[in-house]
T-cell receptor, first 116, second 110 residues
Framework: AQKITQTQPGMFVQEKEAVTLDCTYD???????LFWYKQPSSGEMIFLIY??????QNATEGRYSLNFQKARKSANLVISASQLGDSAMYFC?????????????FGGGTRVLVKP | DGGITQSPKYLFRKEGQNVTLSCEQN?????MYWYRQDPGQGLRLIYY???????QKGDIAEGYSVSREKKESFPLTVTSAQKNPTAFYLC?????????FGSGTRLTVV
């Protein structure tokens, strides 16, 4: 079974600084996809970034980048130049591309609070 | 604009009552999902459906039921058998390339 682990329950970060959110995963599959979502207090899930297991380059989307280390099974999210609006819960998730159901498995999340 | 609509946003239920949460999508996605989220925790999969008239149990299906009579709709019923139903419920739909989530329903048992 797939498993996603986020070891940081909460973090403070100073405005304009960078922050790294850890994510490790466990899977026996060779083909999989990794996602990061942001969940503000309103509850909606906002897609941030995606990394495929065969992608050779680390994914980047604006201020978000994914530090993908396949051998270590880690997919850390880096948020550069933090803004007050970045305060939210952040979830790492993995898609099993082989199993029936195309399911998305989530980690427990990391709460980020940006300080002015 | 295409998206997922969940209703109601807030729902209160008395103990022992069944309650149905609505989820409608106009994205023409084949797959739909229901997740449960408890405070400060991640999302756990309740049920999912890949096509109309077919659905499968997720990791925490006990006490829940679903139907998929139309491609656009995937309602979730929280039955009286669910021992601790107070939670935030998120519906999602997907293509192979990505997921779209609704804005959620917050269910409270009073």
């Amino acid at each position: 079974a797939q498993k996603i682990t986020q070891t940081q329950p909460g973090m403070f970060v100073q405005e304009k600084e960078a922050v790294t959110l850890d994510c490790t995963y466990d899977t026996s599959d060779q083909s999989y996809g990794l996602f990061w979502y942001k969940q503000p207090s309103s509850g909606e899930m906002i897609f941030l970034i995606y990394q495929g297991s065969y992608d050779e380059q680390n994914a980047t989307e604006g201020r978000y980048s994914l530090n993908f280390q396949k051998a270590r099974k880690s997919a850390n999210l880096v948020i550069s130049a933090s803004q007050l609006g970045d305060s939210a819960m952040y979830f790492c998730a993995m898609r099993d591309t082989k199993a029936a159901g195309n399911k998305l498995t989530f980690g427990g999340g990391t709460r980020v609070l940006v300080k002015p | 604009d295409g998206g997922i609509t969940q209703s109601p946003k807030y729902l209160f239920r008395k103990e022992g009552q069944n309650v149905t949460l609505s989820c409608e999508q106009n994205l023409n996605h084949d797959a739909m999902y229901w997740y449960r989220q408890d405070p400060g925790q991640g999302l756990r999969l309740i049920y999912y459906s890949q096509i109309v008239n077919d659905f499968q149990k997720g990791d925490i299906a006990e006490g829940y039921s679903v139907s998929r009579e139309k491609k656009e709709s995937f309602p979730l019923t929280v039955t009286s058998a669910q021992k601790n139903p107070t939670a935030f419920y998120l519906c999602a739909s997907s293509t192979h390339w990505g997921w779209t989530f609704g804005s959620g329903t917050r269910l409270t048992v009073v």
